[in-house]
């Protein structure tokens, strides 16, 4: 079992000050680089996925979240507003508001929909101190945020196709869902009173979990304040759930921002707003992987990809040339010289490195690389472009194994 609180700090991933204050970690290089490619990854699948991406202020003035309902039925999750002359402004709690206005201020036609708007942006909980943990639970999150704005009859499959790219991304950073969960209103009234557009909403996202054939399981009091959502939930090593991923259907902030779409008929229509988030928060999303692969990150979101092992002074000019190979072709490669030890001294030190590239007087003379993985396999020695094309492909096709098991190439333990 590991706590991400303790390894992420023995890794140099991320630390806490005082002085900065709780719930407000701050990412050390190792742990940017990791940040760093899961946000480049998640910013290409939306792009292929048809995207676009926005940026957007993480500032508002106090009257957008009355109008969105944030601050009648979510305020005591907001910080206190600030006063700005006459105005007061207040720490986003959600992007979508401001995605709302972003769409408001073109008009649209239904040639354009669905319109699929997307931001890796900042917004802040004002969360308790006694809840605050890690990554885990933070004041500043960067959210991995979208949403789309489209026909009725275009939210289903929209909302499919948001699950497929959840499988996807899980599949990438070799982690699973726990469960499905159809998150439904509860009593009380922190909900949005609008009977028919909650039946309309659930209706819609029923029809999605059982069109994609995935278990799921209802809970009442668990929907946003405005819809009901698909939350995918994980489990960290403590046997603690906790949502990852969501899908949302909002019938809600389209009426209070009063959205329009030019229709077929040319006459406007109200569209609906689908959020979905395929990795959340990119803090939680980092606590999970620490925890699921115990500092091992699939190897295209290891901050070290390729360490370069020379067996003597004598092999170090050619494992530098070969570090500058890796970072030509964009690894991310370190040089581990005699300086720092025996050759098991360094091949223990970089045991959560994928790659670990021994180059001792042979492999030298043939510009060869004897390969060890990650998980104890060794290579017989390869031509160096061969190697680094191979783990080029591998890094680039995200994929989770760290050898083609296809490859002619046999390893032994």
């Given at each position: 079992?590991?706590?991400?609180?303790?390894?992420?700090?023995?890794?140099?991933?991320?630390?806490?000050?005082?002085?900065?204050?709780?719930?407000?970690?701050?990412?050390?290089?190792?742990?940017?680089?990791?940040?760093?490619?899961?946000?480049?990854?998640?910013?290409?699948?939306?792009?292929?996925?048809?995207?676009?991406?926005?940026?957007?202020?993480?500032?508002?003035?106090?009257?957008?979240?009355?109008?969105?309902?944030?601050?009648?039925?979510?305020?005591?999750?907001?910080?206190?507003?600030?006063?700005?002359?006459?105005?007061?402004?207040?720490?986003?709690?959600?992007?979508?508001?401001?995605?709302?206005?972003?769409?408001?201020?073109?008009?649209?036609?239904?040639?354009?929909?669905?319109?699929?708007?997307?931001?890796?942006?900042?917004?802040?909980?004002?969360?308790?101190?006694?809840?605050?943990?890690?990554?885990?639970?933070?004041?500043?999150?960067?959210?991995?945020?979208?949403?789309?704005?489209?026909?009725?009859?275009?939210?289903?499959?929209?909302?499919?196709?948001?699950?497929?790219?959840?499988?996807?991304?899980?599949?990438?950073?070799?982690?699973?869902?726990?469960?499905?969960?159809?998150?439904?209103?509860?009593?009380?009234?922190?909900?949005?009173?609008?009977?028919?557009?909650?039946?309309?909403?659930?209706?819609?996202?029923?029809?999605?979990?059982?069109?994609?054939?995935?278990?799921?399981?209802?809970?009442?009091?668990?929907?946003?304040?405005?819809?009901?959502?698909?939350d995918v939930q994980v489990v960290d090593g403590l046997g603690r759930e906790s949502t990852l991923s969501t899908v949302q259907v909002d019938f809600h902030q389209p009426e209070r921002f009063d959205l329009r779409y030019?229709?077929?008929?040319?006459?406007?229509?109200?569209?609906?707003?689908?959020?979905?988030?395929?990795?959340?928060?990119?803090?939680?999303?980092?606590?999970?992987?620490?925890?699921?692969?115990?500092?091992?990150?699939?190897?295209?979101?290891?901050?070290?990809?390729?360490?370069?092992?020379?067996?003597?002074?004598?092999?170090?000019?050619?494992?530098?040339?070969?570090?500058?190979?890796?970072?030509?072709?964009?690894?991310?490669?370190?040089?581990?010289?005699?300086?720092?030890?025996?050759?098991?001294?360094?091949?223990?030190?970089?045991?959560?490195?994928?790659y670990q590239a021994v180059i001792g007087a042979r492999e030298a003379a043939d510009d060869r690389v004897a390969l060890r993985l990650r998980d104890g396999r060794r290579l017989d020695p390869l031509p160096a472009e061969?190697?680094?094309?191979?783990?080029?492909?591998?890094?680039?096709?995200?994929?989770?194994?760290?050898?083609?098991?296809?490859?002619?190439?046999?390893?032994?333990?």
């Open positions: 079992m590991h706590d991400h609180r303790k390894l992420g700090r023995e890794l140099a991933l991320f630390d806490t000050d005082p002085l900065i204050g709780a719930g407000l970690p701050y990412w050390l290089p190792d742990g940017a680089v990791v940040r760093h490619a899961l946000e480049e990854y998640i910013r290409t699948a939306e792009r292929k996925a048809g995207y676009r991406h926005v940026y957007s202020p993480v500032l508002g003035k106090r009257e957008l979240y009355e109008i969105s309902g944030h601050w009648s039925h979510y305020s005591d999750d907001m910080f206190p507003p600030m006063d700005l002359g006459a105005e007061q402004v207040v720490l986003r709690p959600s992007l979508c508001p401001h995605h709302a206005l972003i769409y408001r201020s073109r008009s649209h036609s239904y040639r354009e929909l669905p319109l699929r708007m997307a931001e890796l942006g900042g917004m802040y909980r004002s969360e308790l101190s006694g809840v605050l943990g890690g990554l885990t639970r933070v004041r500043a999150i960067q959210l991995n945020d979208a949403h789309i704005f489209c026909t009725l009859d275009q939210v289903a499959d929209e909302a499919g196709a948001a699950l497929e790219m959840i499988r996807r991304a899980y599949e990438a950073l070799g982690i699973g869902a726990a469960r499905y969960r159809l998150s439904l209103p509860g009593p009380g009234g922190k909900y949005v009173a609008a009977p028919e557009k909650w039946e309309r909403s659930v209706a819609l996202l029923t029809e999605v979990l059982d069109r994609s054939g995935l278990p799921y399981e209802a809970a009442e009091g668990e929907a946003a304040f405005y819809g009901p959502k698909i030019i229709g077929a008929d040319g006459a406007k229509h109200r569209p609906v707003m689908v959020h979905r988030s395929i990795i959340g928060s990119v803090e939680r999303a980092v606590a999970h992987l620490i925890e699921e692969h115990g500092g091992a990150f699939p190897a295209w979101l290891s901050p070290t990809q390729v360490v370069v092992l020379p067996i003597s002074e004598a092999e170090l000019r050619h494992a530098e040339a070969l570090a500058r190979r890796c970072a030509d072709l964009g690894l991310r490669a370190e040089l581990a010289g005699p300086e720092r030890g025996s050759l098991g001294a360094r091949i223990r030190e970089a045991r959560l490195v994928p061969d190697v680094l094309d191979r783990i080029g492909a591998l890094v680039g096709a995200h994929r989770t194994d760290l050898w083609d098991p296809a490859s002619p190439t046999s390893g032994r333990a």
